[in-house]
């Protein structure tokens, strides 16, 4: 658009026209004061805090609702300004409590930081202030009413953001009351984000509430745990009795690939942390029981028990499940642990998206990967299968504000009538389990038409659908495991023929992505590398096994066989998952790392209290491909990170650690010795990653040792450490050949807005939530405005 | 004459002695001196170990804003919040401190925390017999800052009920 | 939910006359209540379905605006305005009196159903100041006996339709 000229306290500018004063302003470093402004949604003009001058305008005119025009000459700050915005300030204390010493939000507070600089130091309101009780509105929004300042922000991130329209205002003038959907409680997604707009402590968090002050934590940019999305969340945290204690979630720092977005569970469900079934020690099972013992006789027995099976009956009798919520570096330490240490391919991990097809279907088109910043700017996207409005929370948000924002055009297609129809420009909701002959559909073949036709959607609707999509430009495809193998590499293909067409395949942890690209499968190597082509990792680990190991279904057989000796699980539950008869591995010597203890013990000779992505460092893939940085946050005495497990276990078992990780590099480098010698910096070089979660690669357990043999060897992964330090998400490629597998051996997690596997079944936000809801009536979907 | 004016001088000096002798006594006879603070004596001002207060109902007075802990110059206050309810109520607001500790190692009596309270919760009191071979002695929990209940609450028992029926805990003087 | 005819005409009526759908909410709201007596929590279940609203938004509409109401009225809602103009002309005094006159207060009913009281804010009739308003007829330059009387007018009203 044409740019335009305005003089802002003198200083002459030009902005696009259609910008909005305050935006300018704020463009030009000229702070104009403001609480119902929100960028990014509908223009309230409620609070009337930025009042500004605007030449030949007789009055004050408000610069959050104001479009600036040519020659428009504003003075922002001036007696009367000041003034005025002194009186708004003196009108919302009118009736605001002055609770600030017991209320969550102080110190935080956007109207106590307006009070310091405009407010008066008295009132000339006498009159008492109209109190009313606080109420609960849900086990996790609690709404104090007096505290209240009407910016209408939360009402609008309930609707316009969260398409939930949760909120809203009822009564007038000085009655008005944010009011809930049902009466006196909430029904809704449970987001919190009305908690994180709130610029006071009106909505304040049931998880959170009356524990600290902001000043008091300390805190921690990390990357969620929960689903595939990968949200950045800033964790507050104190000092405790245990370690380290998480005291809040929420989302601080907004410059993350989630924006202003978290959802319940990045928000919440950090507390399965300190759930008070967490293992704190190792425990080995003696005459059928699973009793306490030390570190150092749990890691003496696995070390003795894995060397001789591998010295008796080689690495094949070993099996090794890995996790799809631990980090990349610890996915990629332990292949190469398995590959390596013990001298098997027999590694497998819970699949929940068919990554290895993706990366066949892809082949060669290295840019034809969507990040999660280009869902959100994509002029089209079409999505086929999943619900991401339950599974893929960040996702679904992303579209949402696309169409919202930009009038980007939406195409659904699934078998069931999911929320995201709602912004849809076309909805095709088609038979269950028929979405390969879509694809089919889509390629041209209009004889799987009278399966697809419903009564909701007739001929005429997916012929129009497929021909709209034709004609889109830059469209984002985003399809959930309904699609696998070769029926998705029929819809890249389809697809590929939209220029400008970008994929996101759908996983559903928080490193489902993570685990594939690290190789976590029998057949293929980091980088989908199929075992038998490997000849950089072969080079440089001096060797690997070259035929294919065994599935987790296979694992399960061959120990009923009696094949396999050895079992040995880092993260992962699959007992429940699979369905495996526990009785199958009465024979193998079973070792499982974990935080709880799950199905998966019954089996399990040796179980070692593992860490969670929250208590340790490295880095974690999200399910369109984006590499972000994990930062340790908490900790609890007793248990120790999978990397340091694996590390140890591979050192009891003789094996020489400096070839597992390739620590000590750069060393000297490091320490500061190259600069100048002077013995201060060492000091304030360690100082400085220290208090950024980060350890110098001195010793085996760096995980950051192992992120340059990743960032060296697996293709896809050659982003800016630097800016991945800075916090900043790096979109990896897929690259490598990839390979078909057995589509059966995809179980997707089908989780919901309230569930997360393992870690939600100890989550007490996540269970009070899900018992709040088993107690009332099934809520159908609320309609939109 | 010398030794004259030696004998003069002397007695001149023991004149001063035995006159002062039969005067009442200046300075402070602690710790031999009478009462409970053996001699001590106070001006208001004096700045000793903290004393938590309590409202005329008995409720303590801090609600937990942490504020003296962020005044704190030599950061050696520790608190951990908790919320009230109806069956505990703590202290007056929706908030009071579960743990309230002071490190004296670190404290310098600057008053700055008191100065920051806004409730008035916490005040310098006189206690200054803080030396001790531990030091972790050293570190005061809340049950040492705290004041006294005030005498009249047993008569009336509305808050704190259960407390009441079950007997007041015994009260550690500040200091000991 | 079954509402009249007559309703049902206008609300068609309306929704092909606005652009948006919700800007039939609030005349299909005074209609309804016109007929219902006040608005029935079915009724707006039935509104939020037909304008794709949700329940929480209509009742955001019903409390911001006065003459709507969630809670049942009297046949006869007298609405009293104590606006500036009624009020140096006695506007108080005609409330007062009502008030003492029906036995009720500010937004009461009287127990056979007949009349509701409401202080209201100006309803355009300052240059006939006092005045109020009974439904939807206008009664002006009242004096306390003046009110008696339409009061008394109102209850023969119901007799002689009772009789009938």
């Given at each position: 658009m044409a740019d335009v000229n305005i003089t802002l306290d003198g200083k002459k500018l030009t902005a696009p026209a259609g910008t909005l004063l305050i935006e300018a302003c704020k463009n030009a470093g000229i702070e104009v004061p403001s609480f119902c402004y929100y960028p990014g949604f509908s223009l309230q003009g409620a609070c009337r805090m930025c009042l500004v001058k605007i030449e030949k305008v007789p009055k004050l005119q408000t610069a959050c609702t104001t479009v600036i025009g040519e020659g428009m000459i504003v003075t922002t700050d001036?007696?009367?300004?000041?003034?005025?915005?002194?009186?708004?300030?003196?009108?919302?204390?009118?009736?605001?409590?002055?609770?600030?010493?017991?209320?969550?939000?102080?110190?935080?507070?956007?109207?106590?930081?307006?009070?310091?600089?405009?407010?008066?130091?008295?009132?000339?309101?006498?009159?008492?202030?109209?109190?009313?009780?606080?109420?609960?509105?849900?086990?996790?929004?609690?709404?104090?009413?007096?505290?209240?300042?009407?910016?209408?922000?939360?009402?609008?991130?309930?609707?316009?953001?969260?398409?939930?329209?949760?909120?809203?205002?009822?009564?007038?003038?000085?009655?008005?009351?944010?009011?809930?959907?049902?009466?006196?409680?909430?029904?809704?997604?449970?987001?919190?984000?009305?908690?994180?707009?709130?610029?006071?402590?009106?909505?304040?968090?049931?998880?959170?509430?009356?524990?600290?002050?902001?000043?008091?934590?300390?805190?921690?940019?990390?990357?969620?745990?929960h689903c595939g999305d990968g949200c950045r969340t800033t964790l507050g945290v104190r000092r405790a009795d245990t370690g380290i204690e998480i005291v809040r979630g929420d989302n601080r720092d907004k410059s993350g690939i989630n924006g202003d977005f978290l959802c319940i569970k990045g928000r919440y469900a950090f507390d399965f942390v300190d759930n008070e079934q967490r293992i704190k020690q190792p425990l080995i099972r003696k005459d059928g029981r699973l009793t306490p013992s030390s570190w150092e006789e749990a890691f003496e027995l696995i070390g003795r028990r894995f060397a001789e099976i591998c010295g008796r009956e080689g690495g094949r009798a070993i099996g090794v499940i890995g996790s799809s919520k631990t980090s990349n570096e610890e996915n990629y330490l332990l292949q190469k642990f398995a590959r390596v240490v013990l001298g098997t391919n027999n590694i497998d991990h819970h699949r929940t998206g068919d990554f290895p097809a993706f990366a066949r279907a892809l082949a060669g088109k290295l840019d034809a990967t969507a990040s999660m910043r280009d869902v959100f700017k994509a002029p089209a996207m079409l999505v086929i299968g999943n619900d991401p409005t339950n599974q893929h929370p960040l996702l679904a948000w992303q579209i949402r504000n696309n169409v919202r924002l930009h009038r980007s055009r939406l195409y659904v297609i699934n078998s069931q009538p999911i929320k995201l129809r709602r912004q849809a420009t076309a909805f095709a909701h088609i038979p269950a389990g028929s979405e390969a002959k879509l694809v089919a559909l889509l390629a041209g073949d209009d004889s799987v038409l009278d399966v697809l036709v419903s009564e909701n959607t007739p001929r005429e609707a997916l012929l129009s659908l497929r021909d709209r999509l034709r004609g889109e430009q830059n469209l984002v495809i985003i399809f959930g495991a309904e699609l696998r193998g070769e029926e998705m590499a029929r819809l890249v293909k389809v697809g590929s023929a939209v220029s400008g067409a970008k994929f996101v395949c759908l996983g559903d942890y928080a490193n489902s992505r993570g685990a594939a690209d690290m190789g976590l499968y029998p057949d293929l190597l980091p980088g989908y590398l199929p075992v038998t082509q490997g000849k950089t990792f072969r080079e440089e680990w001096g060797g690997l096994p070259d035929a294919p190991g065994l599935t987790i279904p296979q694992m399960v057989d061959a120990a009923k066989a009696g094949q396999l000796k050895a079992l040995y699980v880092v993260g992962a539950n699959p007992v429940a998952r699979f369905n495996i008869d526990p009785f199958a591995f009465a024979k193998s010597f079973v070792v499982m790392q974990d935080m709880f203890l799950t199905e998966t013990a019954l089996i399990a000779d040796v179980v070692l209290p593992g860490a969670n992505a929250y208590e340790k460092s490295g880095t974690f893939t999200n399910t369109c491909g984006d590499l972000q940085l994990l930062r340790k946050a908490g900790e609890v005495t007793g248990t120790k990170p999978d990397f340091e497990i694996i590390v140890r276990i591979a050192e009891r078992m003789g094996f020489d650690v400096r070839k597992l990780v390739p620590f000590g590099g750069g060393?000297?480098?490091?320490?500061?010795?190259?600069?100048?010698?002077?013995?201060?910096?060492?000091?304030?070089?360690?100082?400085?990653?220290?208090?950024?979660?980060?350890?110098?690669?001195?010793?085996?357990?760096?995980?950051?040792?192992?992120?340059?043999?990743?960032?060296?060897?697996?293709?896809?992964?050659?982003?800016?450490?630097?800016?991945?330090?800075?916090?900043?998400?790096?979109?990896?490629?897929?690259?490598g050949p990839g390979i078909l597998h057995n589509p059966e051996l995809i179980v997707p997690a089908n989780d919901d807005l309230f569930t997360s596997g393992t870690l939600g079944r100890y989550s007490r936000a996540l269970n009070s939530v899900l018992e709040n809801q088993r107690r009332k009536p099934v809520e159908t979907e609320v309609a939109a405005d | 004459m010398c030794i004259l004016r030696d004998i003069a001088a002397i007695a001149k000096g023991m004149s001063v002695t035995f006159r002062e002798m039969f005067r009442p006594t200046i300075v402070e006879n602690y710790p031999k001196g009478p009462g409970p603070l053996r001699g001590?004596?106070?001006?208001?001002?004096?700045?000793?170990?903290?004393?938590?207060?309590?409202?005329?109902?008995?409720?303590?007075?801090?609600?937990?804003?942490?504020?003296?802990?962020?005044?704190?110059?030599?950061?050696?206050?520790?608190?951990?919040?908790?919320?009230?309810?109806?069956?505990?109520?703590?202290?007056?607001?929706?908030?009071?401190?579960?743990?309230?500790?002071?490190?004296?190692?670190?404290?310098?009596?600057?008053?700055?925390?008191?100065?920051?309270?806004?409730?008035?919760?916490?005040?310098?009191?006189?206690?200054?017999?803080?030396?001790?071979?531990?030091?972790?002695?050293?570190?005061?929990?809340?049950?040492?800052?705290?004041?006294?209940?005030?005498?009249?609450?047993?008569?009336?028992?509305?808050?704190?009920?259960?407390?009441?029926?079950?007997?007041?805990?015994?009260?550690?003087?500040?200091?000991? | 939910m079954k509402l009249s005819d007559q309703f049902e005409q206008r609300f068609h009526a309306m929704i092909n006359h606005y652009p948006t759908k919700r800007?039939?909410?609030?005349?299909?709201?005074?209609?309804?209540?016109?007929?219902?007596?006040?608005?029935?929590?079915?009724?707006?279940?039935?509104?939020?379905?037909?304008?794709?609203?949700?329940?929480?938004?209509?009742?955001?509409?019903?409390?911001?605006?006065?003459?709507?109401?969630?809670?049942?009225?009297?046949?006869?809602?007298?609405?009293?305005?104590?606006?500036?103009?009624?009020?140096?002309?006695?506007?108080?005094?005609?409330?007062?009196?009502?008030?003492?006159?029906?036995?009720?207060?500010?937004?009461?009913t009287t127990r056979d159903g007949l009349f509701s009281l409401e202080e209201v804010e100006c309803i355009g009739a300052c240059s006939w100041a006092p005045a109020a308003q009974v439904n939807y007829d206008f009664h002006e330059n009242l004096t306390p006996e003046r009110m008696n009387e339409v009061l008394q007018d109102y209850r023969r009203k119901v007799h002689q339709q009772e009789n009938c």
């Open positions: 001036s007696p009367e300004i000041h003034q005025a915005r002194k009186s708004m300030v003196e009108l919302l204390l009118g009736n605001h409590p002055l609770d600030c010493p017991v209320c969550d939000a102080g110190g935080e507070c956007e109207l106590q930081d307006m009070t310091f600089a405009y407010g008066a130091a008295e009132s000339k309101y006498i009159d008492i202030k109209n109190h009313r009780e606080e109420q609960q509105w849900s086990p996790v929004v609690y709404f104090d009413r007096p505290r209240c300042i009407l910016c209408y922000r939360c009402v609008r991130v309930c609707g316009e953001g969260m398409d939930v329209w949760a909120l809203g205002i009822q009564n007038r003038g000085v009655a008005s009351v944010i009011a809930p959907n049902k009466e006196d409680h909430l029904e809704c997604e449970e987001c919190g984000m009305c908690i994180d707009i709130c610029p006071v402590g009106a909505l304040t968090s049931g998880a959170y509430r009356y524990k600290t002050r902001p000043w008091e934590m300390k805190h921690i940019d990390t990357t969620c745990t060393m000297w480098a490091d320490m500061g010795q190259s600069r100048g010698a002077q013995s201060g910096e060492a000091d304030r070089h360690s100082v400085w990653l220290e208090a950024h979660g980060l350890e110098t690669k001195l010793s085996p357990f760096d995980p950051m040792a192992i992120l340059d043999e990743i960032q060296r060897l697996v293709p896809g992964y050659h982003v800016s450490r630097r800016t991945l330090l800075s916090g900043t998400d790096q979109h990896t490629r897929i690259g | 001590a004596r106070f001006e208001e001002r004096y700045r000793g170990v903290h004393v938590l207060q309590r409202d005329e109902n008995g409720l303590e007075k801090c609600v937990a804003c942490f504020l003296c802990a962020a005044a704190c110059p030599s950061n050696c206050i520790y608190i951990e919040a908790a919320e009230n309810t109806a069956e505990h109520r703590v202290s007056g607001a929706e908030r009071y401190a579960q743990v309230y500790n002071i490190d004296y190692n670190r404290c310098i009596f600057c008053g700055y925390c008191v100065e920051a309270c806004p409730t008035d919760a916490i005040t310098h009191g006189h206690g200054f017999e803080l030396a001790t071979f531990n030091v972790s002695n050293l570190i005061y929990r809340k049950e040492q800052l705290l004041a006294p209940r005030p005498a009249h609450l047993g008569a009336n028992a509305v808050f704190n009920r259960a407390e009441v029926e079950g007997g007041a805990p015994p009260v550690v003087a500040p200091g000991e | 800007s039939v909410l609030v005349p299909s709201l005074l209609y309804a209540q016109d007929e219902l007596g006040y608005l029935t929590d079915e009724l707006i279940a039935e509104m939020a379905q037909r304008l794709d609203l949700t329940d929480l938004e209509i009742r955001n509409v019903i409390s911001y605006y006065s003459m709507l109401t969630t809670q049942p009225r009297g046949k006869f809602n007298v609405q009293v305005c104590t606006n500036i103009a009624c009020m140096l002309r006695g506007g108080e005094e005609i409330l007062d009196h009502c008030k003492r006159k029906l036995g009720i207060g500010h937004k009461g």
